[in-house]
């Protein structure tokens, strides 16, 4: 069965101090991962897939990373409309079409100003 | 291109009521998911369609929820005789044929009482 895990839980940052959040995987093949920012109330944003170990991506203050057990997501120099919940998901090859993800449980972050 | 469009955004019903969530993908889209998130957790899949088609059901679905997607444009969600732990966050998302990763919309918000 295919798991996510998230860490840390929660992470209150200053405004402009960097930080990774991170996010460990087994799945029995890896299609792609994905990162997600969710504010309260509404659907999870799209903001990163990740396919292989060694990949980056960048996008704004973020940049996501990948090795073949776990996910980082740098933040750097972060500002307070940076505070949200971070979801990263899996996708597993299944033979079928059906592109499922599997999340974690999502890392709160917090910037205070 | 409007976004995945759900309603209502909330629902607050009592227990035994049947409720019906709507659905509206982005045009085009011929995959169509649903997930359910609970305070603190991350989207659990329920089940996917792919057109009219409705090809994998998760073990969450029980007998009580119905989904459906006629002529493959917009998606419902039906649950019977609702019960206190229907209680949760209902998101739809949709996703074109050549990307794995797919858009969310807002979610409808169910409360049973």
């Known amino acids: 069965e295919d798991q996510v895990t998230q860490s840390p839980e929660a992470l209150r940052l200053q405004e402009g101090e960097s930080s990774s959040l991170n996010c460990s995987y087994t799945?029995?093949?890896?299609?792609?991962l994905f990162w997600y920012r969710q504010d309260p109330g509404k659907g999870p944003e799209f903001l990163f897939t990740?396919?292989?170990a060694g990949e980056e991506k960048e996008k704004e203050r973020l940049k996501a990373t990948l090795t073949k057990k776990e996910s980082f997501l740098h933040i750097t120099a972060p500002k307070p409309e940076d505070s949200a919940t971070y979801l990263c998901?899996?996708?597993?090859?299944?033979?079928?079409?059906?592109?499922?993800?599997?999340f974690g449980k999502g890392t709160l972050l917090t910037v205070n100003p | 291109d409007t976004g995945v469009s759900q309603n209502p955004r909330h629902k607050i019903t009592k227990r035994g009521q049947n409720v019906t969530f709507r659905c509206d993908p982005i045009?085009?889209?011929?995959?169509l998911y649903w997930y359910r998130q609970t305070l603190g957790q991350g989207p659990e899949f329920l089940t996917y369609?792919?057109?009219?088609?409705?090809?994998?059901k998760s073990r969450l679905l029980s007998d009580r929820f119905s989904a459906e997607r006629p002529k493959g444009s917009f998606s419902t969600l039906e649950i019977q005789r609702t019960e206190q732990g229907d209680s949760a966050m209902y998101l739809c998302?949709?996703?074109?044929?050549?990307?794995?990763?797919?858009?969310f919309g807002s979610g409808t918000r169910l409360t049973v009482v």
């Open positions: 369609f792919q057109n009219e088609a409705q090809l994998e």
């Open positions: 799945v029995s093949g890896l299609r792609g």
């Open positions: 998901a899996v996708q597993a090859y299944s033979g079928g079409s059906n592109y499922k993800l599997t």
């Open positions: 045009s085009e889209h011929n995959r």
């Open positions: 990740l396919y292989s």
């Open positions: 998302a949709s996703s074109p044929d050549r990307w794995e990763g797919y858009t």
